[in-house]
Each structure stands twice: as structure tokens, then as C-alpha cells.
């Protein structure tokens, strides 16, 4: 099955993707993952990094003329700003640059520096950012190409950013939620957010908020009752909550569906085995249900501040302005794409635990046997 590392800091020289237990024959292209990294970069909010973070790929292993071998793919990501970074960052020789002594509130920095036993944030700072997604990028094409061979489609939409939120349907539309700024298909919701990111900006502060993801097309079955860490739903909510930034995830409307009586909180099962609504977002007992997987995650607002919190400098033992590194001031847009790598990846596996194949075909005749088997 499908598991996958990554090794990289933010400004070191590059991200490098090892990708195990894909099956042989699946399609995939240099242009495909730099089309995900493209999307994963946009978003209203971002800051000036991602005009210079071109990424730069290398497909080094696992791929030949197009198609998978059944070997580890590897794949690096160069990271462009490396010859800024190559006297602060480099892999010997004797430190360079400024320690920072300053850790941010929010982020990893001084929780890492104390489990670590360092007086330098750097040394935590850059692995705990954010843009180790990147690297998980390439294990989320991957995984979704492998899902779209068995007729599984993953996409996600912003419904929240600050107080601004809307009530949307699954995120269906992939048109619309590409063409908004935010990636909200709500053209009028889409404006207030964008105003409010907007005065985030003016106040030198940031914003979080809310994105949801969608798996359509899965059919019962994927998941298992029979152990703790078998749970689809578990496997999901601890998959999107490895994002950086992200402190809650919900299965369905789960927090409204916590206030409701029972009469209202499930979904009744009508003649053909279709349900009257889906509040269980897809997953009951662990297992999916054949209905729409639906997954959202609240996504706090960045940690690094134009206007920075208090601190303390670790050296001095003095109060202190948290550091400033570059930062945007709303990376919610960028948090449902990878929230859609993460969710990919999860389905993936679990169909590949269940259905099993060394080749692409196997895995397809496979499914289709079983959708054919529980008239699905």
C-alpha cells in the first residue's frame, strides 16, 4: 500500500517525495505535480514568497516513459531561494547567520527548541513550515490519480475565512471554486472574504478559517469496524490534522449534529439503500457508506505576524518581539488543496488494503468486481 516520507527544510536546498506501494502502469507526468504545486501556491492572501517559489522538479526513480514501475517513486523539488540561503543553511561547515533566539507564540519554535535542546529556532522552525506540504504534494497527484482510476474525484472549497462564513453544498463545482480567488464558489461570499483578508493585511495580522473536502464516488466498504486504527473517519481526521495549522477537524456537520436529537442526527436508509441525507459525512462505524466523504477542517491564522506577539529571547531570558519570518496573511485557499493531497492519500491506501493489485488493471477489475457484486 501506498506510504510515503519526506526530507527537506523550507530553505534548504530542496524536498525530496519518496512514494512506495503504487502499483505499476499509472500514468503521471512532470507537468502533473507542477500543476498541483501551481495550485497549491495561488490563493488570495499569500505573501511574496510564493512569487519567487517556482517550483523546480526532478522525477529521480519509479517513473519510466510516462508510467509507474511498481517501484518507490522519488521525486525532488528544488527550492529556488537556495543560493540566498546556502551559507544560513548548509549541510557543513561551521554555523552562519543570526540564531533565532526569539520563538514565535503559535508556532513550533519553542515547544521544538526544548524537546531538542537548542538555543537556535532554526533549527525547528524549518521543518516544522508549512511548506513540507510541498513535498506531500507529490504523494497527493499520485494518490489522486490512482483514485480516479477507480472513479474517485476529491475536491475541497473555503466556507469560512475570519467571520466571514457561508452554508454551501459539498464542494461539487470545480470550475467555479478554481475561478474564485479564495476557491469559494459563492461569487458574493468570495468579495467579503477577500475584504476581509484585506483588512487582516492593513492591520499587519492574519486570518484563519474553515475548508472542506469532498470524495465522491467511493463506494461502501472502504474502512473497517475491526480495530481502533482501521476507522476510515479516524484515519481521515488524523491525516488532515497533520496540516500545519490545522486544530479541529469535523466528519460531516459533526459539531452541529452534536446538538441535535437522535430523530434528527442520523440518516434514514430508504428502498435501493439510499439515505434521505448525509450527516454522517460518508462514514458509519468506520466504514464508508457510498455517500459524498465529506471532511472540514478549521485552520487557525498564521503564527508569524507583521505586528509580532510577545515573547521571550531564549538567550537573554528578556521579554521580546517574537521573530518575523516572510509570511502570507491567509493561507486558508492553500490549506484545502493540501487538505485534498491528504484525504487522497488516505482513500488511496485504503482502497489498495482492500482491493489489492501490482498493476493499475488488477486494482480496476478489482473495484469493478466488487461495485458489481453489491449492485453499487
Known amino acids: ?13 530542496g524536498l525530496v517525495t519518496i512514494v512506495e506501494g503504487l502499483p505499476k502502469g499509472l500514468a503521471v507526468s512532470a507537468d502533473d505535480f507542477a500543476a498541483e504545486l501551481e495550485r497549491r501556491r495561488r490563493g488570495y492572501g499569500r505573501g511574496g514568497r510564493m512569487k519567487v517559489e517556482r517550483d523546480e522538479l526532478e522525477i529521480l526513480g519509479g517513473i519510466r516513459h510516462g508510467r509507474t514501475l511498481g517501484s518507490p517513486v522519488a ?17 557543513e561547515g561551521e ?16 515547544p521544538g527548541m526544548l524537546k531538542y535542546d537548542t538555543d537556535d529556532a532554526r533549527d525547528i522552525l524549518e521543518r516544522a513550515s508549512a511548506r513540507e506540504t510541498a513535498a506531500r504534494t507529490i504523494a497527493g497527484v499520485l494518490s489522486r490519480k490512482l483514485l480516479a482510476a477507480v472513479g474517485v474525484d476529491v475536491l475541497s472549497q473555503v466556507v469560512a475565512i475570519g ?3 457561508v452554508d454551501l453544498p459539498p464542494p461539487a463545482d470545480r470550475d467555479a471554486i478554481e475561478a474564485s480567488p479564495v476557491r469559494c464558489p459563492d461569487r458574493e461570499a468570495t468579495g467579503r472574504m477577500m475584504a476581509v483578508i484585506d483588512a487582516a493585511a492593513d492591520a499587519r495580522d492574519t486570518l484563519g478559517g474553515v475548508f472542506e473536502v469532498a470524495a465522491h464516488g467511493v463506494p461502501p466498504g472502504i474502512g473497517s469496524h475491526v480495530q481502533w486504527d482501521r476507522k476510515l473517519d479516524g484515519l481521515l481526521a488524523q491525516a488532515v490534522m497533520s496540516i500545519p495549522s490545522i486544530k479541529g477537524v469535523e466528519i460531516g456537520p459533526a459539531f452541529r449534529v452534536a446538538a441535535s436529537p437522535g430523530s434528527a442526527a442520523h440518516d434514514e436508509i430508504l428502498p435501493g439503500l439510499e439515505r434521505a441525507s448525509n450527516r454522517a459525512g460518508g462514514m458509519e462505524g468506520g466504514i464508508s457508506n457510498g455517500e459524498t466523504i465529506l471532511v ?9 505576524l507583521m505586528q509580532p506577539l510577545r515573547t521571550v529571547d531564549v538567550e537573554t531570558g528578556e521579554p521580546a518581539q517574537a521573530v518575523r519570518e516572510r509570511s502570507d496573511v491567509c493561507a486558508v485557499p492553500a490549506g484545502g488543496v493540501v487538505g485534498e493531497q491528504m484525504v487522497c492519500i488516505v482513500l488511496a491506501r485504503e482502497f489498495q488494503r482492500k482491493f489489492g493489485g501490482d498493476t493499475v488493471d488488477d486494482l ?3 473495484v469493478a468486481r466488487y461495485r458489481e457484486r453489491i449492485g453499487w
Open 1 to 13: 500500500m501506498i506510504r510515503f516520507l519526506t526530507a527537506g527544510e523550507s530553505h534548504g536546498p
Open 75 to 91: 521525486v525532488l523539488i528544488r527550492n529556488a531561494e537556495w543560493e540566498n540561503w546556502s551559507q544560513v543553511m548548509a549541510p
Open 95 to 110: 554555523p552562519a547567520g543570526k540564531k533565532v533566539t526569539r520563538p514565535r507564540p503559535g508556532h513550533a519554535d519553542l
Open 163 to 165: 467571520e466571514v462564513s
Open 296 to 304: 472540514r477542517a478549521a485552520m487557525k491564522p498564521i503564527s508569524t
Open 364 to 366: 480496476v477489475d478489482a
